[in-house]
């Protein structure tokens, strides 16, 4: 059957990397998977679906390069999560999300033993997939047999803009996905910080320079990681920008704390 697309379109996702303080990995886990990605996300207006990912130590040695900007260190940020919004409600969602935390924090059930790596709000650029027949993006979030997820940050050089990166994604990512496991790729342009975000939201003031790119893959990334390496090499060699991290996650399993005792 070809390949259709519908209405139900993702137009934007919030990707949050967080460390929980040594010693509360387990009471951080169960905080955030059992009250925070609820009551902070999942029950806001226009969020339609959400999926936390981990890097163990094994997963955060992988990651490159090692004097990357977009981190305070290459090692921080042991989970992440990652929430789809639909298009054209970004505007509705981040008033809601707002109020929320800021509620959330004065009543109570916040978490103060943790520290926000990279949080930042995202617009959809582009997309590939490899299939003619994909799993579209809407779904990557909530397909069981996705394995892992690569998120690249490209910071693109002075005067280029995302759409000139995209046509070079277009041109040379299809020899990039043939024959992998990587299923689909799309990238994502970072949307201005609110000033009544949260203060414990890193500011970024290169954030307007740097593109995210997404990847979802049927197998662990630890499996085909020089596959990766190579594709930062040919981006940096691009002349549009280069790639400023590269850190592979798996899914969480949700309702365990597996992985909690693998972190550091």
């Known amino acids: 059957m070809a390949f259709k697309e519908y209405p139900v379109r ?10 929980p303080a040594r010693g509360k990995e387990v009471e ?58 639909l298009d054209g409600r970004y505007d509705e969602h981040v008033e809601w999300a707002t109020e929320q935390v800021n509620w959330l924090y004065a009543n109570g059930r916040g978490f103060q033993d943790r520290t926000h790596a990279l949080t930042a ?8 997939y490899r299939d003619d027949d994909p799993i579209p993006l809407e779904l990557a979030l ?35 996905l043939a024959g992998s496991p990587v299923a689909n790729v799309s990238s994502w342009t970072p949307a201005p910080l609110l000033d009544s975000a949260p203060s414990f939201v890193p500011r970024d003031p290169e954030a307007g320079r740097r593109a995210m790119v997404l990847a979802f893959l ?18 940096d ?22 992985y909690t005792d693998q972190l550091w």
């Not at 709000?121 to 590939?128: H, I």
Request: hydrophobic content about 40%; charged content about 25%; some cysteine.
């Open 28 to 85: 951080y886990n169960r905080w955030y998977e059992r009250d925070h990605f609820y009551a902070g996300c999942m029950i806001g207006p226009w969020l339609f679906a959400g999926r936390r990912w981990v890097a163990t130590r094994d997963l955060k040695d992988l990651r490159f390069p090692s004097d990357t900007p977009v981190l305070p260190e290459i090692d921080a940020g042991s989970y992440v999560a990652v929430y789809w919004l």
């Open 121 to 128: 709000m995202y617009f959809t650029a582009s997309r590939w």
């Open 142 to 176: 909530d397909h069981e047999q996705f394995a892992g997820m690569v998120a690249i940050v490209v910071q693109r050089e002075d005067g280029v803009e995302q759409d000139r990166l995209d046509a070079w994604f277009d041109e040379n990512l299809p020899s990039f």
């Open 218 to 235: 049927e197998e662990d990334p630890r499996t085909d990681w020089e596959r990766f390496r190579t594709w930062a090499k040919e981006i």
């Open 10 to 19: 993702v137009g934007s996702m919030l990707f949050t990397q967080v460390d």
């Open 237 to 258: 060699g691009s002349g549009l920008g280069r790639v400023v991290l590269c850190e592979p996650w798996i899914p969480t399993i949700v309702g365990t704390d597996t």
